[in-house]
Structure formats: C-alpha cells, structure tokens
C-alpha cells in the first residue's frame, strides 16, 4: 500500500487533493513538525465480504451459518490468578 506524508497545514489547504488519493487506495500519514500524528486509510472491505473473499480463495470453509457458542473448558473458581496455578503446575 503507497502512503503519503502530509502536514498538517498542507493537509487543510490541499485536503480534496489528499481524499482523492485516499479514494484510490493510498494511505495518508499526518505530520506535525515532520513527525507522524495521525493517518487517513481508504475505508475497508466489510467483515462479510472478506469472510467471502477468504471462502472463495479457499482459504476458510464455511456454509454460512451463525456458528454455536462453546462453553469455556474450565472455571477459575479460588482466590489465586490463573497465572499463579499455571506457575504452581510447572514447578
């Protein structure tokens, strides 16, 4: 992806310039005194088109449907973190 740096008063007095680059895919990097403060990206694909770019890829298989919900393995039911018995078991 191509980006371009910006100042930010370049930014405000050229800004139908830098959308229109940013329309055809190019990320924009704000600076501020030649350091980066902020970034303008094209706007992405939906989460449903790229479940469906990866499917017709090959990438993933799925029918579509809403997927069932999984109960946790197990329940941290003491006082002590997760971590701790983790720590306690490898020792």
Do not use: F
């Amino acid at each position: 992806m191509e980006q371009t740096k910006v100042g930010i008063r370049e930014l405000k007095e050229n800004l139908s310039k830098y959308m229109a680059k940013v329309k055809l895919g190019q990320s924009i990097v704000i600076t501020e005194h030649g350091k980066p403060v902020g970034r303008i990206i094209p706007e992405g694909q939906s989460l449903e088109e790229r479940v469906e770019a990866l499917r017709q890829a090959g990438v993933i298989a799925w029918n579509g449907e809403k997927l069932r919900d999984i109960k946790p393995p197990a329940k941290n039911r003491s006082d002590k973190l997760a971590s701790d018995i983790v720590i306690e078991m490898r020792e």
